[in-house]
């Protein structure tokens, strides 16, 4: 629930962000890749945090994110128990995740 919610405030921030700045409208929606990430953390800390763009990815980010704790924090969980069985079916799981992410990094 936290997660979603998280990523819901910082989408509602990036979109109030977009409407109230009308410059953006111009802007290309750029590409959440690493060459924007490094232009962006060469930014001004203001910059930053007034790019609606900024607020958006957060939120997808967030949204992601917040299956791939819970998967961690059920592995832990089953590790603390000894119950490999659903240990191992967790670092399955998990592997798959990271290879998805892994190819779409790449590609």
């Known amino acids: 629930?936290?997660?979603?919610?998280?990523?819901?405030?910082?989408m509602?921030?990036?979109?109030?962000?977009?409407?109230?700045?009308?410059?953006?409208?111009?802007?290309p929606i750029p590409v959440a890749n690493f060459a924007w990430l490094g232009e962006l953390a060469a930014s001004t800390i203001p910059t930053i945090l007034l790019n609606p763009f900024v607020s958006l990815y957060?939120?997808?980010?967030?949204l992601m994110l917040t299956p791939i704790l819970r998967l961690f924090?059920?592995?832990?969980?089953?590790?603390?128990?000894?119950?490999?069985?659903?240990?191992?079916i967790t670092v399955i799981v998990l592997t798959v995740i990271g290879i998805s992410i892994g190819f779409s990094i790449v590609h």
């Open 1 to 10: 629930m936290a997660g979603i919610t998280v990523s819901g405030a910082l």
């Open 12 to 27: 509602l921030v990036g979109f109030a962000l977009y409407a109230a700045q009308p410059s953006w409208y111009d802007v």
């Open 58 to 62: 957060a939120g997808i980010f967030a």
């Open 73 to 88: 924090i059920t592995g832990w969980t089953f590790l603390v128990e000894r119950d490999w069985h659903y240990v191992g």
